[in-house]
């Protein structure tokens, strides 16, 4: 069966630091892959999401990249990380095409102080 | 772009009332998709509704879309102290990957 994992399963940041939050799926080959965010209390907002390798779609333009340097791993980054980056972020993977649902981890709950 | 409204965004009800959560798109969508999150956990997904006018059921749970597939619904017959949780539609349009979601509502079932 598949599974995703994603790690840290909560962060503490001071602002202007570096951010780095992986993502793996196993059981599956070529997943579309996706970065949300969650605010509190919130909806989710889609950051970004990949149908392949090195291939990114950037949904809304911020301090945020994204990058799948393997096929079943993505990874979300930033140089500098800003008060409003904090947040809940989530993984999610789906079988390729749309219409699809899509399979979430468990998140990371970043916090920026 | 799209927009996916979903209302309400809080409902609080005593256990074994009914509830329900309505989805409304700008614009037509391809397919509905509906998810719930636990307090404290991350979304899974409940069912796909494809067809214009479609009616699923999962136990007490029933998921129709419109005829028009711009708007959905979720309803609870009896809610459960297990229903707890917030409800998420999200839509996508033709051949589209993405999914928008809306703001979804939280339930709360009072025992």
């Known amino acids: 069966s598949q599974t995703i994992h994603q790690w840290p399963a909560t962060l503490v940041q001071p602002v202007g630091s570096p951010l780095s939050l992986e993502c793996t799926v196993e059981?599956?080959?070529?997943?579309?892959l996706y970065w949300y965010r969650q605010a509190a209390g919130r909806g989710l907002q889609l950051l970004f999401y990949s149908v392949g390798i090195g291939q990114i779609s950037s949904e809304v333009p911020q301090n945020l990249s994204a990058s799948r340097p393997q096929d079943r791993q993505f990874i979300l980054s930033s140089k500098k990380l800003l008060l409003s980056d904090s947040g809940f972020y989530l993984c999610?993977?789906?079988?390729?095409?749309?219409?699809?649902?899509?399979?979430f981890g468990d998140g990371t709950r970043l916090s920026i102080l | 772009g799209q927009q996916v409204m979903q209302i309400p965004q809080y409902q609080h009800v005593q256990e074994g009332e009914d509830f329900t959560t309505y989805c409304n798109s700008s614009?037509?969508?391809?397919?509905i998709q509906w998810y719930k999150q636990r307090p404290g956990g991350h979304p899974v997904f409940l069912i796909q509704?494809?067809?214009?006018?479609e009616v699923k059921k999962q136990k007490r749970l029933t998921f129709q879309f419109g005829e028009a597939k711009k708007n959905s619904s979720l309803h609870i017959t009896a809610t459960q102290t297990t229903d707890v949780g917030t409800y998420f539609c999200?839509?996508?349009?033709?051949?589209?990957?993405?999914?928008?979601f809306g703001k979804g509502t939280k339930l709360s079932v009072i025992p």
């Open positions: 059981g599956t080959s070529n997943p579309n």
């Open positions: 999610a993977w789906s079988v390729v095409g749309s219409k699809q649902p899509q399979h």
């Open positions: 509704l494809v067809k214009s006018g």
């Open positions: 614009t037509t969508l391809s397919n």
């Open positions: 999200a839509g996508s349009g033709a051949g589209s990957y993405q999914l928008t």
